[in-house]
């Protein structure tokens, strides 16, 4: 983690959470002063976003949308427009999910598209790439990690409008993590790509580690080289274990 970088731990609530699930934002926001050397962000679903955003207004929690559509408005029933999301109080968007990749069948060009959308509405762009299981045993995770970068990312981004989080799919909500020196080949090999196409000021862009991160593996996972925080699904839940993962930063 260079000094340039300050880590982002966000947590993605995916389709989890009613309004009554304010009170695990509130323990977020009371245990956030002690943590002042990382960003905190919870991405809820869109159904909390304004509440929450008004609840954490004014605190160092960031409150983050899990998608958006790349039209700023229009005849797209049941769909949100990244503008929307910002009206309500998010401040960034995570795209390209696995879960989006797989269930909505996303490909690299609507993420981009997404991406941009986000950079359109003045939102901070949490793309995510990763391999499948099938992928890595193959040998060919470094091939999809490029692959996705180079398709998924707009030309134009910048560390202010862009946070990579490397996400290998086999390692979401399973409880299985990559080695460390794994983490360490992508996330380098992901450095180098974002300097080559984006030139050396990408030095400053953020890359997220995801997957299984809790509180029990969260310091081994975080002190790897060019990893600058962490996705957190199912850890993020539990404002407890939210807190002890970036609690690593301390
Ligand atoms: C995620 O869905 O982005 C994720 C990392 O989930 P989990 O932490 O539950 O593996």
């Known amino acids: ?9 966000a947590g993605n609530w995916k389709m989890n959470g009613l309004r009554a699930c304010a009170r695990e934002l509130a323990a977020i926001i009371a245990g956030a002063g002690e943590l002042s050397a990382v960003e905190l962000m919870v991405c809820p679903p869109a159904t909390l976003i304004a509440e929450f955003a008004g609840f954490a ?7 983050g949308a899990q998608d958006c559509h790349p039209e700023p408005a229009g005849a797209f029933t049941g769909d949100i427009s990244a503008e929307m999301l910002r009206d309500a109080g998010a401040t960034a968007v995570i795209v390209g999910h696995s879960e989006r990749r797989t269930f909505h069948k996303e490909t690299d060009a609507d993420v981009r598209a997404k991406a941009l959308a986000a950079r359109r509405a003045s939102l901070l762009a949490i793309v ?4 499948t299981r099938a992928e890595r045993e193959g040998g060919s995770a470094l091939e ?4 996705q970068l180079d ?29 460390t020196n794994d983490i360490a080949e992508i996330h380098g090999f992901i450095r180098q790509r974002l300097a080559s196409r984006f030139g050396s000021t990408m030095g400053t862009m953020r890359i997220l580690y995801g997957g299984s991160v809790k509180p029990s593996n969260a310091k081994e996972l975080m002190s790897v080289a060019d990893v600058d925080g962490a996705l957190v699904g199912g850890a993020s839940l539990n404002a407890q274990e939210f807190l002890a993962v970036a609690g690593v930063y301390r």
């Open 1 to 9: 983690m260079s000094a340039r970088r300050r880590p982002l731990v």
């Open 57 to 63: 207004g004014g605190t160092p929690v960031a409150i």
């Open 128 to 131: 995510c790439v990763g391999e």
């Open 144 to 147: 999809v990690v490029r692959s």
């Open 151 to 179: 398709g998924s990312l707009p030309d134009g981004s910048t560390a202010d409008t862009v946070v990579v989080a490397y996400e290998p799919v086999w390692a979401i909500g399973t409880g299985l993590t990559p080695t």
